[in-house]
């Protein structure tokens, strides 16, 4: 069972609705203790940075998710869900993150259209079991105005967008995962990359 | 690289899709659930619902069938019409859509979108504007279905709603919706030119080349059409492969 964690925040459903096409067995839930004895955790994410930390700080969900990281449990950021697990992000301020990646949330600079809105090619940086049946070059769709930067870890760089800059699509360390786009929004390749996900952390 | 978007708009009334010709002459077309699965389907890149329905019962119906629709679709849509508050936009965001459009409620009341952009952030709001060309020679606002001229111009209401906050504009021409002659182009370039956020063209889409040169010549992100698609008139595989021989790229 994978925990999908409910912050009151944006769409969640089309999530839940893709893993059930995909019969990977979800629920939607504020509860901690469901959150700790799932077997992984998903955070989605549309919304703000700073109702989102503080919707989390308010239900313990914080702590929460810095323990059951350190404990290995695999964790996946969507979009905004992403963004939270960095150190801070400046989206209309400057707010902490939850801290799990080392680096920040920056508004796209402004050479381009903001928000970078649509369907975008990714370009892996690494092989991944992430990217089975995923060829290169696969679009998946964006909708955002921040993106990773700062003193990010290159390392954990596994798939990027260009977009005036290079977009940070896919990130990886250890048990913890972000994708910037929606893979729940990308038809048949996000659907891939989520079964793809499921096989990882099965 | 970005592609530009093919975006199918479905009007519902009652649960059903149905098309107006500049706003009047409403007619059944089918259900909005199948519609969009066949669109997702067919490869389109978004789809817009626009709920012009009045009571709130009918706005339940819709909810339901916003909610059906994200179960079976595994692209991003919209929701519009009739969206007042932050509770509308609340509610039909937790049934599923990824964005929501805002079109009369922001013009009597510009602070929704910036409230709106700080709780749900700019990404999800979208500011949809009805504009024609007045005897002023100028291009204003209309409101409420396209019947009350705000007498705002279109290029200042676009720029002022970038800047509170909305994430992308839909701009519709009032005179040439329905009509299949094309998009207005000057239009739509205008305010692709005015602000820096994506611009979806909407309104008088009949023939291929009317989306390649509204993409290419007035700049726009995005190409929304009703009927042409609706009526099977322009299959959306067919207008992908035309926009890519016209050197557009374009999602496949």
């Known amino acids: 069972m994978i925990a999908i964690i409910d912050y009151d925040a944006g769409n969640i459903k089309s999530l839940q609705f893709a893993l059930d096409k995909l019969k990977i067995e979800s629920v939607l839930t504020k509860d901690l203790q469901t959150i700790r004895e799932a077997k992984a955790i998903i955070l989605p994410g549309v919304g703000a940075f700073k109702d989102a930390m503080d919707s989390l700080n308010k239900l313990g969900m914080t702590e929460v998710l810095r323990e059951e990281a350190a404990n290995g449990k695999p964790l996946l950021g969507i979009c905004l869900g992403m963004q939270l697990f960095y150190e801070t992000s400046y989206e209309d301020g400057e707010w902490q993150g939850i801290g799990l990646l080392k680096g920040s949330v920056n508004r796209i600079p402004d050479m381009v259209k903001v928000p970078h809105m649509g369907w975008n090619t990714l370009q892996k940086h690494k092989e991944s079991p992430l990217f089975d049946k995923i060829s290169d070059d696969s679009y998946v769709y964006f909708v955002h105005s921040y993106a990773i930067g700062g003193s990010y870890d290159s390392d954990t760089l596994v798939a990027s967008s260009e977009y005036g800059t290079t977009i940070p699509a896919i990130v990886q360390k250890g048990n913890v995962t972000g994708m910037q786009f929606h893979p729940e929004k990308s038809g048949e390749v996000g659907l891939q990359l989520l079964k793809n996900y499921g096989e990882l952390i099965s | ?252």
């Open chain 2, 1 to 252: 690289m970005l592609a530009k978007r093919i975006i199918p708009c479905l009007d519902v009334d009652k649960g059903r899709v149905v098309k107006g010709r500049k706003f009047q002459n409403i007619q059944d077309v089918a259900d909005p659930v199948d519609l969009a699965k066949r669109y997702n389907d067919a490869g389109a890149d978004e789809l817009v619902f626009y709920d012009i329905t009045a009571s709130n019962e009918e706005r339940n119906i819709f909810l339901d069938v916003v909610e059906q629709v994200a179960r079976e679709i595994s692209i991003p849509f919209s929701v519009g019409g009739g969206i007042r508050s932050i509770d509308d936009i609340n509610s039909v965001l937790r049934s599923g859509a990824e964005k929501v459009s805002v079109n009369s409620a922001a013009v009597n009341n510009p602070d929704l979108i910036k409230e709106a952009a700080l709780k749900f952030g700019s990404q999800c709001i979208v500011l949809s504007i009805d504009a024609k060309e007045t005897s002023t020679g100028r291009w204003e606002v209309f409101i409420n279905g396209g019947r009350k001229n705000t007498g705002i111009d279109a290029m200042d209401w676009a720029k002022r709603g970038e800047q509170l906050g909305a994430g992308e504009i839909v701009i519709n021409a009032i005179d040439t919706d329905g009509e299949k002659n094309g998009y207005n182009l000057e239009l739509t370039k205008a305010i692709a030119d005015a602000v820096n956020i994506p611009v979806v063209a909407s309104g008088g889409a009949g023939a291929l080349e009317h989306f390649s040169t509204v993409l290419k010549e007035a700049n726009a992100d995005a190409a929304l059409a009703a009927s042409v698609f609706h009526y099977g008139e322009i299959p959306i595989p067919e207008l992908k492969a035309f926009l890519v021989e016209e050197d557009i790229i374009v999602r496949r």
